[in-house]
């Protein structure tokens, strides 16, 4: 079985200063791990993906994350702020689960405000 | 390039009417397509997945069904709507293996008056 969490549902920054969303996961299998973003009434898109190559991932428009495995984490950072980049982001991690090859499991989400 | 297509953006809808959601994916040849339900504060629920043409897989018992009649099109319907079928659903698509990630539409919100 595998599990993600998201420590934090909603997280509140200053523009211009950095942005930490933390995620924890649990799986029997090698993962792979995804962050995505949801702007309010759109689908996901996709920040960034770990596929056991290098741990430190970078994506889209600044952010990166970093695969801890002996910390069981993927946390996404980016080093400043902007007012675009308020959204809720998700944490992904990918697995055999229960005999199925296609099965993703999401965490709740977690909710980013940038202020002014 | 891939793009995929979900209709329509929002809907409202009397309880005991019927629905029919459709989602479209172009650019790509035999898609994994996927249904999900997204609820405040509850993340993504995974309601169906298909792997091909007419095979459909069923993650949670529910009042909705999915079907597959083509190889780009994946449908989410209802024969008859309840009021915890409100939510936004979201399709998505993806190719090859699990390590692949999703491509999301941009979503339905339901109301289910």
């Known amino acids: 079985a595998q599990s993600v969490t998201q420590l934090d549902s909603h997280v509140s920054v200053s523009e211009g200063t950095p942005v930490l969303l933390r995620c924890n996961y649990s799986?029997?299998?090698?993962?792979?791990l995804f962050w995505y973003v949801q702007h309010p009434n759109k689908g996901l898109q996709l920040l960034l993906k770990?596929?056991?190559?290098?741990?430190l991932v970078k994506g889209i428009n600044g952010f990166e994350a970093e695969f801890k495995k002996s910390e069981t984490s993927f946390h996404l950072t980016k080093p400043s702020a902007h007012m675009s980049d308020a959204a809720e982001y998700f944490c992904?991690?990918?697995?055999?689960?229960?005999?199925?090859?296609?099965?993703?499991?999401f965490g709740k989400g977690t909710l980013l405000t940038v202020n002014p | 390039s891939q793009t995929i297509h979900q209709w329509p953006a929002t809907l409202v809808q009397p309880v005991g009417s019927p629905l029919s959601l459709e989602c479209t994916v172009e650019?790509?040849?035999?898609?994994?397509l996927y249904w999900y339900r997204q609820a405040a504060g509850r993340g993504l629920q995974l309601l169906f997945y298909?792997?091909?043409?007419?095979?459909i897989s069923s993650e949670v018992p529910q009042n909705l069904s999915a079907s597959r009649p083509q190889d780009r099109q994946f449908i989410l319907s209802s024969k008859k709507l309840l009021l915890s079928d409100s939510g936004f659903y979201l399709c998505?698509?993806?190719?090859?293996?699990?390590?692949?990630?999703?491509?999301f539409g941009n979503g339905t919100r339901l109301t289910v008056t």
């Open positions: 298909s792997v091909g043409i007419g095979q």
């Open positions: 650019g790509t040849s035999n898609p994994n």
């Open positions: 998505a698509w993806s190719v090859g293996t699990l390590n692949s990630p999703l491509h």
């Open positions: 799986s029997s299998y090698s993962p792979s």
């Open positions: 992904v991690v990918s697995g055999n689960s229960g005999g199925s090859n296609y099965k993703l499991t």
């Open positions: 770990y596929t056991s190559a290098a741990t």
